[in-house]
């Protein structure tokens, strides 16, 4: 068994156990709306300077916490980087609080990169993460709370003999990153995977440790694959394969796949795989292999994501750094760079072959001004404005059904291999037979400025093939922005299932789930006439044949209250 003493011991020196009441938390808000157009109601943003990864998120005695990567000096990225930590009741408002972690030691003292949490026995919250020390290496350290009775966790203490992980033999000092959170293996001792790579051959190196301080690695690691470049952000965690629920990250059983999500630093894109992980053998059989073509979480701008357990609502949630697609002399402009996704819910589809991922429930805290359509006939060339809503500020829900399918055209077999190539050549302008259809978001009044999420169905060998496409090539008027088209395929079946798509907008990032969820873009636009209150939403149908929109509901979004200080009470302790 693990040396339970051990851990005591770490909780014993380190926490300081005291009542802090009637706090205040700093307050820093961001300039008026029509100053900042491109800052975000309810995604989260700190009021200035750059944000990356999220870190350590997780739940502790009612709070749910965030942790970022942060540079307090600035709007770019710094080698000096920072933990900056916000805390929720509700993952939807957020109260900042003083920072988590600086570079102050030798083994941080470059900087504080990215980590993870766990939650050790006796609800005791763990951070392990990686510093580049005073000879420029990545190692992997630990901190833990100061004071385990303060349910905000605004103080951590760092481990004295860090780092409790050193660079492996034959590893690069700049190849090795980001520890996971560990899970717990039935011989009593935790595991984690540290992200690396030699010779181009992607690593996720497998630990192991009895008190949570001695680690030793593994002769193997738990997966490699050649040729894919530094893994680095990776993830580990079970999903059941017969319901929706999320998973604590030491489940094992044989009601449970493992996913092994990896961001490969050389494309900047999070990549996933499924499969079956033996604790016996301490290795990892992926039923599909790692490819830049392999599944992702978002086919658009999404990366360094990290999930958690959340134990209210048995539930995974995934969130995701979300940067610029603007210059850094606009960022120096804006005084801010990169959001954080909303949050997601995460679980297996049922033909166990992907992941399925949807806005959490809390959103509908935001949700007025309702409003429905049912049974639209769109005609080939027309659009429908979806009014009554603010169109800056939208979560839209929209079903499409089709008929006379053996019309369709047929799928060009090298469109396979690209779909974002073909959603670039084929774009929303591009009339077929069944599609473009979909959405115009933050759409000017004249069409001049459009965001379109659309789908585009082909046939091929008997069989219906549906593309979800983003299409930013007119989003904005103006030059120098990155304009990048995005697409996948979504596996649906037209022929049985209505073609859905749910959108939220939010001023400057625009997230679509496509199919319920199987297919997920995001974007990033900086319109200059659909802005505010001059943003449109449209339904659209640019392909020759007619859609019916079985169902549109649409409503405004509220604005969260993210970063707005709060006095922290007693009772709040």
């Not at 103006?478 to 939010?506: A, M």
Request: hydrophobic share 35%.
């Amino acid at each position: 068994m693990m040396r339970v003493a051990n851990l005591f011991l770490i909780f014993l020196v380190f926490a300081i156990h005291h009542l802090r009441c009637s706090s205040i938390m700093p307050e820093s808000l961001p300039a008026s709306s029509s100053e900042q157009p491109y800052r975000t109601a309810f995604h989260f943003q700190p009021p200035q300077n750059w944000m990356n990864d999220p870190n350590g998120p997780m739940y502790y005695n009612g709070v749910y916490h965030l942790f970022y990567q942060y540079n307090p000096t600035g709007p770019l990225f710094s080698d000096h980087m920072h933990w900056a930590h916000s805390v929720s009741y509700d993952l939807i408002n957020w109260i900042p609080l003083d920072l988590a972690l600086s570079p102050t030691k030798s083994f941080d003292n470059i900087s504080c990169w990215s980590g993870s949490a766990t939650i050790l026995p006796g609800n005791k919250p763990v951070m392990l993460y990686t510093g580049i020390d005073s000879e420029n290496r990545q190692v992997q350290n630990m901190a833990v709370p100061k004071d385990l009775s303060d349910p905000y966790l605004k103080e951590w203490v760092k481990y004295t003999g860090n780092p409790v992980i050193n660079l492996p033999d034959g590893i690069q000092p700049d190849d090795f990153r980001d520890p996971t959170t560990a899970w717990l293996a039935e011989d009593g001792k935790w595991r984690i995977i540290v992200g690396s790579q030699k010779d181009k051959m992607g690593i996720a190196f497998l630990y192991q440790s009895e008190d949570f301080i001695n680690w030793t690695k593994f002769d193997s690691p738990l997966h490699k694959v050649a040729g894919t470049g530094i893994w680095e952000c990776p993830d580990f965690f079970p999903v059941w394969i017969d319901n929706k629920k999320g998973v604590d990250t030491s489940v094992m059983n044989l009601r449970v796949k493992h996913v092994l999500k990896v961001g490969l630093f050389d494309y900047a894109k999070d990549f996933y795989m499924i499969g079956n992980y033996s604790p016996e053998k301490e290795n990892y059989v992926p039923q599909n292999e790692l490819t830049p073509s392999t599944l992702r979480y978002d086919y658009g701008k999404y990366y360094a994501s990290k999930s958690f357990f959340d134990p209210v609502k048995n539930r995974r949630i995934l969130m995701a750094w979300v940067n610029e697609s603007d210059s850094e002399a606009d960022d120096i402009a804006k005084g801010w760079s990169g959001l954080q996704s909303f949050p997601r819910s995460l679980w297996l589809d049922q033909n166990q072959k992907q992941l399925v991922q949807w806005p959490i429930e809390e959103i509908e805290m935001l949700h007025e001004n309702k409003v429905s359509i049912l049974d639209k006939k769109l005609e080939g060339g027309s659009l429908h404005e979806v009014v009554g809503i603010t169109a800056s500020q939208a979560d839209v829900k929209i079903s499409f059904k089709l008929s006379n399918l053996e019309e369709a055209e047929e799928l060009d077999p090298s469109w396979i291999e690209d779909p974002q190539l073909t959603c670039s050549k084929k774009d929303a302008s591009n009339k077929g037979k069944f599609g473009p259809f979909g959405l115009l978001a933050l759409a000017s009044n004249d069409l001049t400025e459009q965001t379109a999420i659309f789908f585009r169905v082909f046939k091929n060998n008997g069989r219906y093939i549906v593309l979800m496409c983003s299409d930013q090539s007119r989003s904005s008027t103006k030059n120098g922005i990155d304009k990048t088209s995005y697409g996948s395929f979504v596996d649906i079946n037209p022929q049985q299932d209505e073609i859905s798509l749910r959108t939220l907008i939010d001023h400057s990032i625009i997230e679509s789930f496509g199919g319920g969820g199987k297919t997920c873009i995001t974007a990033r636009v900086y319109p200059t006439l659909a802005i505010g209150k001059e943003a449109r939403l449209f339904a659209f149908n640019n392909g020759t044949e007619s859609v019916v929109i079985s169902e549109l509901s649409a409503w405004s979004v509220k604005k969260a209250l993210i970063n707005v200080k709060k006095t922290i009470s007693c009772t709040d302790q």
